[in-house]
């Protein structure tokens, strides 16, 4: 499982963040009696069993179906509550798990899950600048975040100008700290989102004090490194409810033993098949080939259910340790494991392609456990959270606290961290992107899950279409959930759109690099020039250097290319090919 990967926990930064290889019977038809894989009748009666005993296979067969009056084929072209797409008829559904059938009865009577009281995540605050506002999209809603001078927080203000609607993220930072729109210079601050100044407006007039002038404001909260926001609007940005109902909180992140960095990526992908991804530990051999492990140690994955199936989300439990889903999009996997892991090995005793990566890890843990001789386990959280942007949109913030070698985390550069992570996001986005137009064209039957590795999957898929409606709610931003055009797959792979541009330590990185690429340039031109001024006028003191000034040049400019190659890989663009990875 890519996210508590052991090379992932010396850098924190090689996650699971992304379980592509979704591969699955999707069943939860609501016409055909909601349940993942034992179909029933109205009556009740099951119109599908499973085969016999000795069958290698945990396909069903069908008895003789008997839906009145609601036949196969008048389902055919039913729609599920996903998204507009076409469901076919179910042929050979797999029987959903003992677990994952009983710990889902009578959820249908239970409280609906309402996507707009709730907590999303719109930044890290260490990637903030309080000299400029930051454009934001969360579940549709464009967003404007900026440090207000005035009450000493980070705003969240919808990104629209109430005078012709501008982007308010476009708009600067003015000397005594209030947000001013670039279109027309009007100025704003405060909880309250009002209007401090109309430059159009005679002095004597007080325009900018209309209700009518102020910015809608959304309750914000800052908790544990990131920045919050709760989209619903109905008690203004002072809510009670939501005050009531703080972010979810993850003790590891406040636990000094533990070391941890915490980032991002966006995905060109949909927030349910994000999640799908992270519930999916099975692919991470397959999609992230060498990064994460190799295919040839692909193996079952005894995957459960521990809890009902809820509106708060739902408790499951691997191999590994705990892997739980709490709503809207937060997953998390707590794994402990020896003190000392042998190098060349994960942390599942598979074979590892990264060796420095777990050399490290084995002095670290080994020095933990002989130097300081402390009993407590070697332990590594997986944190993700799961963010809808738009149809077929999505980010999705992470963090590995570990409560071993955790100065590492500071000593490695974030860049570091994060161009590794960027890879295993590389190595399938391409896979889940297609996969969801397949979705959306074929419908959810198209899916075929014989084994326990997809029933945390199957589950996800039942809390969405019996809690939440299927999908998010777009607040009016979207008319249906059509995805958008497939970009280019450049564009698809677009680091530095996706992560870099808002990341401070990968800009700052990035900054230093074409820095150093462009003084590598100007050595490389100053050594030429000297050779060449020594030609023209002899120096004599300079002739028996002109060989190495001439190589050095060379050298210089062999390295700036080199450097703006690394550049370009690293902060723009990877293009990861899986039939290369041999």
């Known amino acids: 499982m890519a996210g508590v990967n052991v090379q992932a926990a010396v850098l924190s930064t090689r996650d ?17 009696g909601r349940s993942s894989a034992v179909i029933r009748n109205s009556q009740g009666q099951q119109a599908f069993t499973r085969r016999s005993s000795h069958s290698k296979s945990n396909w069903l067969t069908a008895t003789t179906p008997a839906w009145k009056g609601n036949s196969v084929e008048s389902a055919k072209y039913r729609s599920v509550p996903h998204r507009h797409v076409k469901v076919s008829a179910i042929a050979e ?25 709730q907590w999303y995540p719109v930044a890290i605050i260490k990637d903030l600048e309080e000299d400029q ?36 993220s476009e708009g600067s930072i003015t000397q005594d700290g209030q947000l001013r729109c670039s279109y027309h210079g009007w100025t704003f601050e405060g909880d309250s989102g009002e209007c401090t100044f109309i430059p159009q407006a005679p002095s004597d007039s007080k325009p900018h004090t209309s209700k009518k002038a102020c910015v809608t404001v959304y309750p914000s909260i800052e908790q544990q490194g990131f920045l919050w926001f709760w989209p619903d609007l109905s008690q203004g940005a002072i809510n009670i409810e939501a005050a009531a109902n703080p972010p979810p909180f993850f003790p590891e992140l406040n636990d000094p033993t533990y070391g941890f960095d915490m980032s991002f990526r966006d995905m060109e992908y949909g927030y349910d098949t994000l999640v799908e991804n992270l519930l999916d530990p099975a692919h991470f051999v397959n999609s992230h080939h060498k990064i994460q492990g190799r295919r040839e140690d692909g193996g079952p994955w005894n995957l459960r259910l521990e809890s009902k199936i809820s509106a708060p989300g739902f408790k499951g439990l691997a191999d590994i340790g705990p892997y739980d889903f709490t709503a809207p999009g937060t997953v998390t996997i707590n794994v ?4 000392e892991i042998s190098i060349g090995t994960n942390l599942y005793g598979e074979h590892s392609e990264n060796v420095f990566a777990h050399a490290l890890i084995v002095l670290l843990t080994s020095l933990k456990a002989r130097l300081s001789k402390d ?9 993700m959270i799961c963010v809808p ?12 606290p570990r409560n071993f070698g955790a100065s590492t985390s500071k000593i490695v550069p974030q860049w570091i961290q994060h161009k590794m992570l960027n890879l295993v996001f590389d190595s399938d986005m391409l896979l889940l992107h297609v996969v969801e137009r397949k979705l959306e064209h ?4 198209g899916y ?36 958008p055009p497939s970009p280019s797959k450049r564009m698809m792979l677009d680091r530095y759109q996706q992560h870099v541009k808002i990341c401070k330590g990968c800009r700052t990185a990035l900054g230093n690099f074409k820095a150093l690429e462009f003084g590598l340039h100007v050595l490389a031109v100053a050594l030429v020039g000297v050779v060449a001024a020594s030609g023209a006028a002899p120096l004599p003191k300079l002739q028996p250097f002109s060989v190495p000034l001439v190589c050095g040049a060379v050298l210089s400019t062999v390295l700036a290319r080199w450097i703006s190659h690394f550049i370009y890989k690293t902060f723009y663009f990877h293009d990861y090919n899986h039939a290369t990875v041999k």
């Not at 440090?147 to 982007?167: E, F, G």
């Not at 402990?336 to 003190?339: L, R, V």
């Not at 326990?452 to 777009?474: E, I, Q, S």
Request: net charge positive.
């Open 133 to 168: 506002p930051l454009a934001v999209t969360v579940i549709g809603r464009p967003l404007a975040v900026w440090w207000d001078k005035s009450s000493n927080k980070w705003q969240v203000y919808a990104d629209k100008c109430p005078h012709r609607l501008a982007p308010l």
């Open 375 to 383: 009993p407590t386990p070697n332990k590594v959280a997986a944190i």
């Open 448 to 483: 075929y899950a014989p084994t326990k590795a997809d029933v945390l999957v199957l589950a996800f898929r039942k809390w969405l279409n019996t809690f939440a409606g299927g999908a998010p709610d777009w607040g009016g931003h979207f008319e249906s959930n059509k995805l």
């Open 389 to 400: 942007v738009s149809p077929g949109r999505s980010r999705c913030y992470w963090a590995f």
């Open 336 to 339: 402990s494991y020896p003190p």
């Open 442 to 445: 074929e419908g959810l039957s």
């Open 93 to 117: 559904p797999m029987t959903e798990s003992p677990q994952l059938e009983s710990a889902s009865k009578d959820t249908s009577k239970e409280a609906k899950f309402d996507w707009n009281k």
């Open 16 to 32: 699971t963040t992304n379980f592509p290889n979704l591969d699955y019977q999707h069943s939860f038809c609501k016409q055909f």
